[in-house]
């Protein structure tokens, strides 16, 4: 059995990111990391489907035994990536996909230069704030500062081994699978 590839995933608040590995994700040769965290679940959140859940001394004592890809500390909050996952689906042959932001992408980087890197940005800054506006969750200050974060993360798109402009979703979700086919026929050395 060939084993599966690693995919890394980022992309500003409001490029289509989530509906596009949606999509991507019917597929059963598929694997999404659940990242673990310290904060509190939300109503309506499940433990396992949308964040591992742990406290702190759990999650610390997960970091001693170094068995997160990558980590961060937010807003009092941890949050990471399990390896064992991760890696225990690659060997079964699933393409696992980490969805995370660039920070921890560039982390993941320094660790894992096998894995394949996407970035998914919007057609436009004007698009990316329409879409954000039409959501209706923000306030015109919070939607500013968004699309000035996505300016800075979009400046590292040239990190990524792989850019998707997401304009059509449908272009947008042939293009990933392309770049998985893509990979999968690569020559290994």
Do not use: W
């Not at 890809?69 to 937010?74: D, I, M, N, R, S």
């Amino acid at each position: 059995m060939k084993k599966g590839i690693l995919f890394v995933v980022s992309a500003p608040a409001g490029c289509g990111k989530g509906t596009i590995l949606e999509r991507v994700l019917k597929d059963k040769k598929y694997y999404y990391s659940v990242s673990a965290t310290t904060r509190k679940p939300r109503p309506n959140e499940k433990d396992g489907v949308n964040y591992r859940f742990l406290n702190k001394a759990e999650f610390e004592t997960l970091i001693e035994k170094q068995e997160f890809l990558e980590y961060a500390q937010y807003c009092d909050n941890y949050y990471g990536t399990l390896k064992a996952p991760i890696e225990e689906n690659l060997l079964q042959g699933k393409h696992v996909i980490l969805e995370i932001e660039v920070q921890g992408a560039m982390k993941v980087r320094a660790i894992r230069p096998d894995a394949k890197f996407i970035f998914i940005a919007p057609p436009s800054f004007e698009t990316l704030r329409q879409r954000l506006e039409h959501r209706g969750t923000e306030t015109p200050e919070v939607i500013e500062k968004r699309v000035n974060a996505a300016k800075r993360e979009l400046a590292l798109k040239e990190q990524y081994d792989y850019c998707i402009v997401n304009d059509v979703l449908e272009e947008a979700v042939k293009d990933f699978r392309s770049i998985v086919r893509a990979e999968e026929l690569k020559v290994q050395p």
